[in-house]
Structures are given as C-alpha cells and as structure tokens.
C-alpha cells in the first residue's frame, strides 16, 4: 500500500529556532500533500494544502510566512515552522492520497516539536 | 453546524463487547467515507473505506446512510487492542478531506 515517509519524528529545540519537517510519499508520485497539526486530545486540524510546483494554500488563521511550504518536487514537500515558540509546540502530521477518486489519505508518522 | 460530526466519547466496553459508532456530515455532495483509528501520540490509520452497500473486515463493518448523511462503525467482539480513537474521515471532492474529532473507545478486561 502507498506509505507517507514523515522526518524528524521528534524535535525538542529552544525558542527561536526554525525547524523543517520532510514529508515523502515513497512509492508513489503525490502532486498534493496536506499537513496538519494536532494538540493533545484533540482533533486534526488542516494547516494547508501543499501544491507541486506552485504555492501552497493555507487555511484561515494560519500564517504563511510563519509556517513556509515547499512541495518541489512529486514525492516531497517540506514544512518549515520558523522562528518557532513555546506555543508552536504541537503534532504535526503530514498526508497524502494517490490520484483517482476516492482514494483515502495516508498519514506520515508525525513529528512531535517540542520548543523550549 | 460541524461539517463532520462524532460523539467524543468515552466508550468504555468490556472485552468482547459489540459496540458502534455513528458519524454525521453536513455536505450532501461528499463523495466517500472512511475509518481512521489512531492510537495516542501516533498517527491516524486508515482502518477502511466506507462503501454506499456497506463492507465488512473481520469484526468491523461500515455503512453509510446517504439519505441521513451518516456513516457508522460496528467492532463485534471487541478487543483490547482495539483501544484507541476512530475517526471519521469525510471527502468533500477530490482534495477536500474533513475529519471528525474523534471518538474515544477503551476496551477493559
């Protein structure tokens, strides 16, 4: 079945740093990936759209320049949270779906920040 | 009204139980339904895809109610490694996934 390749899965950094997270699809090609992130006992919540080739569309309430997206190429995008603070701290979970309809989302491993 | 609609939950069920979840989504136009689980601190997985004749695997059956929007989730004989939480995953169109926010099942001894 297509696998979602998420990296790191774990990040504990001080405040101000800027982290990237890779999300790969590793068997097939994604010209759409999603990423959401995910506080404690609650639901997924879609950050953004990542696009190959073009810019990524956000969802309301969600900084752009905060939260930067580059989906280069078919089988990765990148999140990069930058200038990251205690309260970015959160899941962040990558997806992706094969084309066709119907077709569901699979989820990369996620990556725990953790800003200090 | 919430586009993807779960009750939270808790259900608390002994082993082999028989227990359901129900799920309720808002756009008419939504096209296809699936079953997340995920287990806590991990990612979601897909647990199956919801078909308009209903499917079955193993202990678990979906079915989906277009004319009452609804879809639900049955888990026969209930394990303990079936604690976790299920999500309710609806596809709007192609690339417009809603999620519900879950519910929470713990099965006991």
């Known amino acids: 079945g297509a696998v979602v390749s998420q990296h790191p899965s774990r990040v504990i950094c001080k405040s101000g740093t800027s982290v990237k997270i890779e999300c790969r699809s590793l068997d097939f090609q994604a010209t759409t990936m999603f990423w959401y992130r995910q506080f404690p006992k609650k639901s997924l919540m879609l950050m953004a759209t990542s696009n190959e080739g073009s810019k990524a569309t956000y969802e309301q309430g969600v900084e752009k320049d905060k939260f930067l997206i580059n989906h280069a190429s078919l089988t990765l995008s990148t999140l990069t949270v930058t200038s990251a603070h205690p309260e970015d701290s959160s899941f962040y979970i990558c997806s992706a779906r094969l084309e066709g309809g119907g077709q569901p989302q699979h989820f990369g491993d996620g990556t725990r920040l953790s800003i200090l | 009204r919430k586009e993807v609609e779960q009750d939270p939950g808790p259900f608390n069920v002994p082993e082999g139980a028989t227990v359901a979840f129900n799920c309720t989504y808002s756009?008419?136009?939504?096209?296809?339904f699936f079953w997340y689980r995920q287990d806590c601190r991990k990612e979601p997985k897909l647990l199956m895809s919801?078909?308009?004749s209903g499917n079955e695997d193993g202990r678990f059956t979906a079915q989906l109610n277009r004319a009452s929007q609804y879809i639900s989730l049955l888990i026969r004989d209930s394990k303990l490694s079936d604690s976790a939480t299920y999500l309710c995953?609806?596809?709007?169109?192609?690339?417009?996934?809603?999620f519900g926010a879950g519910t929470r099942l713990t099965v006991k001894p």
């Open positions: 995953v609806v596809n709007q169109n192609n690339n417009d996934m809603r």
């Open positions: 756009n008419s136009a939504s096209q296809s």
């Open positions: 919801v078909y308009s």
